[in-house]
Structures are given as structure tokens and as C-alpha cells.
């Protein structure tokens, strides 16, 4: 609450950072993006979950003011993207999906150069270079090259880049794709630490665990549209079921086993190629129920459900094929 | 400006590791050129007198149209693939369009860039030409500024261009298809009056007899108001034109 002037109360509005609604992108008759509403807030981990040609890259490049919506609203920090895009950029962190370093400079010119486009003076940017390189682990790098470094050093020196202006949020578009699982868990814990440091993240993947495990919030997104939205819990509360079941029965025999399969307690059966799915609130009790109709899977497992259920049940299919 | 200057610093610390290498080329080149064809070449076609060319020596002809199509040459290896490469290879264009930066500041740091780096080649031939005896007026210093207007007037359109390229295939025909006849049908080797009546108008078009005819009048001394008004106009004329592409181009390809 505060005193505003002329002695009226007002209740401060939750900050609000970023605001679309029905926003769209498209290209030529495509549509890339199609309307799609969303809310991010100051201090949050926000994410974008779906599959490749979802929309999500295309909705970060119109959020870092590269790319000018086709429809709909869109502010940032109360601004707009297309008029204020100078303004705006000016107070974003950007990793890209694809890494942008300039691998023929070192790691420490990277961080100048980027630096210098923000305006930043020089002995600012050194000081917050020798602390972004430690933050991310690239200190005794400094002065090589960027060309040799691992996929995973590049992915954490442009996260390093992108801190450098001090962002009020920072966009991460599949910050650990194509990254191995070692170098994706390093990644994972310095996005955690900026977490913790109460950095407001807004960031797109196809990996319903990197989901789970950093986002605080997050949407479901599917064909450039937006099938669901909440945390990661919710979610999981709301479209699945406490545990998953997963038979798996010699080849080509799933389809025939499903029919099997009526009357055991599940509130939904998924047949996938290579297995089946039974949702269901007791995972021991339906292997028993399964068991008791002398049906013998050739292996079983009992599982809590993730996102993955989640976007299987909205969209019918799996996140990543 | 101010942005655009961050990103000619980004240019030029990037040149701080290249530059040993175009520094040999911006020495050699006019010293081949110069050596085989200004005073070997020279010495037959000198034998045989020069009244075409305005009475002076073949090297004193030849050195400031070679000067306008050595600008030219610095111009379109600086626009082609180190803005292509930066866009489509490296993607630092992309890197640096998500700062404050904006596209337009982006292009007009890589001209800066470019004028510099036409400034310095330009010096260097200048000192060439004079080493060889081939300048003969205090006016053969305004040559320099010709020179790099010359060079922009390419610089500009060229960059515009290579920004909608999709692949560098297309700069090898326009080396091939452009800078080659452009470099030896514009008057740079002999004085254009000696082409066909019919294509001579074709000549009259391209920046570079006029870039040429500026310095050789500049260099000969014999530079009349409007004449150099008119190749004056027309370099930047075409230059202001480029850069009006360029900012188009650069925005469409960086904001999709
Ligand atoms: N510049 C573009 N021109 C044409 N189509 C594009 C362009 N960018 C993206 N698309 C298309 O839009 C769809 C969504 O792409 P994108 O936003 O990159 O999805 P995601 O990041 O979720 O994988 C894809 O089908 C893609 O091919
Ligand atoms: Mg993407």
C-alpha cells in the first residue's frame, strides 16, 4: 500500500514486467505464432515448453525487440517493442538458440565488445568480466580464443555476455540444447544460482525436465499456440495423474494388450509405439490389477508423472521426437 | 552516431588481427601495378606519344585512374564477405541486434569502418605514386578524398546488397561480372574515347569512370569546376543512395 498523491489509496499492482495478449507472428501466410497471452512477473522463473516449430523462438525474438509482432499486443516493462526497442533491449539479457560469440576474438574481448554496445564503461565492464568469468566457470579461459572452446563453455560464456548489462530479465531460448548431459547439468546450476539471486528468467525448451526443474511458471506451447499454463505441479496436477504405469510387452503387441487391459483401475491408457501408459493414482495396485488378468509384461515400471504426460495428454503427442 | 562508432570499434579491434596481412596487399598491389604496367608497358606506349592521354607520361596517366579502381577494389572485399560472414557465419550481426544497437547503427559502423580503411589504402598509394615520380601538382593530394569517395559510392550499395544475399556465390559474380570490367573499361588503363561510340554512354554511367576522371583531373592538375562538380555529384549521389538501401536491408535482414 501506498500514499499516492491527491490522498488516495492504491494498491500496488504485482510487477509486472512483460504482457502479451492475442500476440502473433507470422510469416508470409504462415503463421508462426497465433495469439498467443501471457504474463511475466518480476522476479519469476518463466518458461515456454513444447517441441521444435512450436513458436517459441519467435516469440523470444518479438520479447527482445528483433522481430516486430504481426498482431496483437505486446509491452515490455511498459514499453513497446516496436517504438521503444532501443529502450527495452537497453534492459534484456539475451542468449540465443544459436550461439552468436565471435569465435575469432577471445573470451574476454566477447565480453568488451558486448559490453561497449550497452555503453558501459571500460573499467565497469573489467570489473564485472572478472566476476561473470568466475560466475560461470571461464576464468583461466579469459584470454583464449573462443573457437576451441566445448559447446558447453560457449553456452556458459553467452550467458556470461548477456549478464554483463546487469538485465532486469534475462531470455534464454533452449539454453542447454545439443549439449551433452554433463554440461547440461553445469548449465542447469548456474541458471539455478541467478535463481537464487532472484534474476527474473524468462526461457524456452524442449526438455520437460530442465522445465520442471527451473521454472516457477510456464506455459505449454504447441503449433504457435498456448495449450496450458501454471507450474510445473499444477500442471501435472491438473492434465495427469499422481503415477504413471509403463508396460512394455513384446513387439507389435501393445495395441493388442491395451484391449487387455479394460477394467484395471487407470483414469487413462496412452498406447505408444514402444510401450504402455496407464495414469492412475496407485502405480502397485494396477501392476496388480494388470498382473491378476494373467498378463505378463516384459518389463514394468511405476513412476511419478511429469510434464511430458502433461503434453502428451494435450496434445496427443511426445515432446521430443 | 555514438552507437554506430561502438560498432566501429568493434571493427577495428577486430582489424587488429588482420591488419599485417592487408597492409601487404595494400603495398604490393600498387607497386605490381605501377612497376609492370605504368613504367614497363609505359615505356612502349611512351614511344610511341602520348597526345591521347594528354601529353603526360603513361605512369602519370595511369597512377590516379588506378588509384579510383584500387578504391573500388578495397571497397567491395570490405562490404561483401566480411558483412555477409558476420549475418550468415558468425551471426555476431544477430549478437550485436540485440543490444541497444539498431540495424542502422550496425551498417553505418561498418561504413565508418570502410572509410577509414579506404582512407588508409588510398594514404599508402598516394606515397606510392609519389615514390614512383607519378605526381606532379600539390592538387594530386586531393586524390585522397576523391579516392574514398570513389570507394563509398560502391562501399554503400555493395553492403546493401550483400545484406539480401542468402549465399556468397553471389559476390563471385560480381566480381566477375562487375568489378572486372568495370576495373578495365573504365578508363582507368586507356581513356574511355578509344571505346566503341556505342558503349561509351555504359562508361559514363559507372561510378568508377567518374572516380576516375575526378583523380586523374585532380592528379593532372587539370580539373575544371564543373566537371568536378558533376563526378563529385554523381559519386554522392550514388553513395547517399546506398545508404538509404543499406538501411533498409540491413533492417529487413536483422529484424525478420
Ligand atoms: N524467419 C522465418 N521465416 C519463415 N518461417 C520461419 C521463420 N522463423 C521461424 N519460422 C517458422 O516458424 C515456426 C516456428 O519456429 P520457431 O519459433 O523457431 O519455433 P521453436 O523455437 O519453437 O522451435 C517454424 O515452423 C519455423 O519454420
Ligand atoms: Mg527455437
Redo the contacts with the bound molecule.
Keep these: 500500500m501506498s500514499e499516492a498523491p491527491g490522498n488516495v489509496t492504491v494498491v500496488a499492482a504485482p510487477d509486472i514486467l512483460i504482457r502479451a495478449k492475442g500476440l502473433t507472428k507470422t ?1 508470409g501466410d ?1 503463421t ?1 505464432v497465433a495469439g498467443i497471452d501471457f504474463e511475466l512477473t518480476r522476479g519469476e522463473v518463466f518458461g515456454f515448453l ?1 517441441p ?8 523470444m525474438r518479438m520479447i527482445g525487440c528483433v522481430s516486430p509482432p504481426s498482431g496483437g499486443e505486446l509491452s515490455i516493462f511498459g514499453l513497446d517493442p516496436v517504438r521503444d526497442g532501443q529502450a527495452i533491449r537497453a534492459r534484456l539479457g539475451v542468449v540465443p ?1 544459436e550461439d552468436t560469440l565471435d569465435v575469432e576474438l577471445t573470451v574476454r574481448e566477447n565480453l568488451l565488445i558486448y559490453g561497449r554496445y550497452f555503453g558501459l564503461r571500460r573499467d565497469v565492464i573489467r570489473e564485472r568480466t572478472a566476476r561473470l568469468l568466475e560466475f560461470v566457470q571461464l576464468t583461466e579461459r579469459a584470454d583464449d580464443e573462443v573457437e576451441p572452446l566445448s559447446g558447453g563453455m560457449k553456452r556458459r560464456l553467452t550467458i556470461a555476455r548477456s549478464l554483463i548489462s546487469d538485465p532486469e530479465v534475462l531470455l534464454l531460448d533452449e539454453p542447454t540444447t545439443g549439449l551433452d548431459p554433463q554440461a547440461r547439468h553445469v548449465v542447469w546450476d548456474r541458471l539455478y544460482r541467478l535463481k537464487q539471486q532472484g534474476v527474473t528468467l524468462v526461457l ?1 525448451t524442449h526438455y520437460m525436465d530442465e522445465a520442471e526443474q527451473l521454472c516457477d511458471r510456464l506455459v505449454v506451447m504447441d503449433g504457435g499456440k498456448i495449450a496450458a499454463e501454471g507450474s510445473p505441479r499444477e500442471l501435472i496436477d491438473r492434465y495427469s495423474t499422481a503415477e504413471v504405469l509403463e508396460l512394455r510387452f513384446g513387439l507389435d503387441e501393445h495395441e493388442k494388450m491395451a484391449g487387455k487391459l479394460e477394467g484395471v483401475p487407470a483414469e487413462r491408457i496412452e498406447v505408444l509405439a514402444d510401450r504402455i501408459l496407464l495414469y492412475t493414482a496407485d502405480g502397485d495396485a494396477a501392476l496388480g490389477a494388470v498382473r491378476a488378468r494373467g498378463l505378463e509384461p516384459v518389463t514394468s515400471l511405476v513412476r511419478r508423472s511429469t510434464l511430458e504426460d502433461v503434453f502428451l495428454r494435450l496434445t496427443g503427442r511426445r515432446l521430443e521426437d | 552516431m555514438r552507437a554506430a562508432i561502438r560498432q566501429l570499434r568493434f571493427w577495428m579491434t577486430n582489424y587488429r588481427r588482420t591488419w599485417r596481412g592487408s597492409i601487404y596487399s595494400s603495398v604490393l598491389n600498387p607497386v605490381l601495378y605501377l612497376g609492370a604496367m605504368g613504367v614497363g608497358l609505359g615505356s612502349l606506349v611512351n614511344a610511341h606519344g602520348t597526345a591521347s592521354l594528354g601529353g603526360v607520361s603513361y605512369l602519370t596517366f595511369l597512377a590516379p585512374g588506378l588509384m579510383a579502381a584500387a578504391a573500388m577494389q578495397t571497397a567491395m572485399g570490405e562490404s561483401t564477405y566480411p558483412v555477409f560472414g558476420s549475418v550468415k557465419w558468425l551471426k555476431t550481426y544477430q549478437a550485436a541486434a540485440a543490444t541497444p544497437l539498431r540495424p542502422a547503427d550496425l551498417f553505418h559502423g561498418h561504413l565508418m569502418f570502410t572509410t577509414l580503411r579506404l582512407a588508409m589504402n588510398s594514404a599508402v598509394f598516394l606515397a606510392i605514386m609519389a615514390a614512383f615520380g607519378a605526381a606532379r601538382s600539390p592538387w594530386v593530394l586531393a586524390c585522397l578524398p576523391a579516392a574514398v569517395l570513389t570507394g563509398l559510392a560502391f562501399a554503400t550499395p555493395i553492403e546493401a546488397y550483400a545484406m539480401t544475399c542468402k549465399k556468397d556465390s553471389s559476390f563471385a559474380l560480381l566480381f566477375r561480372f562487375g568489378v572486372i570490367p568495370l576495373f578495365l573499361f573504365s578508363g582507368t588503363f586507356f581513356p574511355i574515347t578509344s571505346l566503341p561510340a556505342v558503349v561509351r554512354p555504359l562508361a559514363y554511367l559507372t561510378p568508377l569512370w567518374h572516380g576516375v576522371a575526378l583523380c586523374r583531373s585532380l592528379s593532372l592538375g587539370t580539373a575544371q569546376p564543373g566537371q568536378t562538380a558533376l563526378h563529385v555529384g554523381y559519386l554522392l549521389a550514388v553513395t547517399a543512395a546506398g545508404i538509404y538501401a543499406g538501411n533498409l536491408t540491413y533492417r529487413r535482414r536483422l529484424y ?1
Design positions: 510469416f504462415f508462426a513444447g521444435n516449430g512450436a513458436g517459441k523462438s519467435s516469440t538458440q524456452t | 525478420a
